[in-house]
T-cell receptor, first 113, second 113 residues
């Protein structure tokens, strides 16, 4: 089955800095890669996703890049703010009827004012 | 819309007791899933359903049962609770397959003593 590795497990940055979280996956058939943000005491929430037919996707201060050859994808957050502090999960899946999402172990991002 | 609701929010069980974690969604989503979240382990899929009457196992199904008699509800049953089942449980739903946005509930924190 699919295996998703996520690094780093914790990341501390100063407000205004950029943050990068990296994930690798094992199954070359995977073609959907979402990122979820989990705030303390809440369920995860989708913040951005990318499919294998594109190499980069941006949404305001966040962007995701995908390298299918190397089987890795990354989340980039620019101009970080204290409210970006949360746990971030990457995931991978195939676009087929019974395919399931496999999540990474998560990255705790702390943005200090 | 209430989205995805879970009850209870907190539960303490003794080893060997059984209980049902409730999950309901009002978005007419076909796909529903149960995940458990443990420190340093990310989100692991327990069971999922692609529609009423259809369920399948995920990565960690042992000790749990599910059924899906309606589109709205997807309860998770612990048959004989064990300390290893101490975790935070999240229910999620999506419009279609796993490559659609997953909407997570607020979670149930379960402690088995």
């Amino acid at each position: 089955g699919e295996n998703v590795e996520q690094h780093p497990s914790t990341l501390s940055v100063q407000e205004g800095d950029s943050a990068v979280i990296k994930c690798t996956y094992s199954d070359s058939a995977s073609n959907y890669f979402p990122w979820y943000k989990q705030e303390l005491g809440k369920g995860p929430q989708l913040i951005i996703d990318i499919r294998s037919n594109v190499g980069e996707k941006k949404d305001q201060r966040i962007a995701v890049t995908l390298n299918k050859t190397a089987k890795h994808f990354s989340l980039h957050i620019t101009e970080t703010q204290p409210e970006d502090s949360a746990v971030y999960f990457c995931a991978a899946s195939m676009d087929s009827g019974y395919s399931t999402l496999t999540f990474g172990k998560g990255t705790m991002l702390l943005v200090s004012p | 819309n209430a989205g995805v609701t879970q009850t209870p929010k907190f539960q303490v069980l003794k080893t060997g007791q059984s209980m049902t974690l409730q999950c309901a969604q009002d978005m007419n989503h076909e796909y529903m899933s149960w995940y458990r979240q443990d420190p340093g382990m990310g989100l692991r899929l327990i069971h999922y359903s692609v529609g009423a009457g259809i369920t399948d196992q995920g990565e960690v199904p042992n000790g749990y049962n599910v059924s899906r008699s309606t589109t709205e509800d997807f309860p998770l049953r612990l048959l004989s609770a064990a300390p290893s089942q101490t975790s935070v449980y999240f229910c999620a739903s999506s419009y279609g397959r796993q490559t659609y946005e997953q909407y997570f509930g607020p979670g149930t924190r379960l402690t088995v003593t």
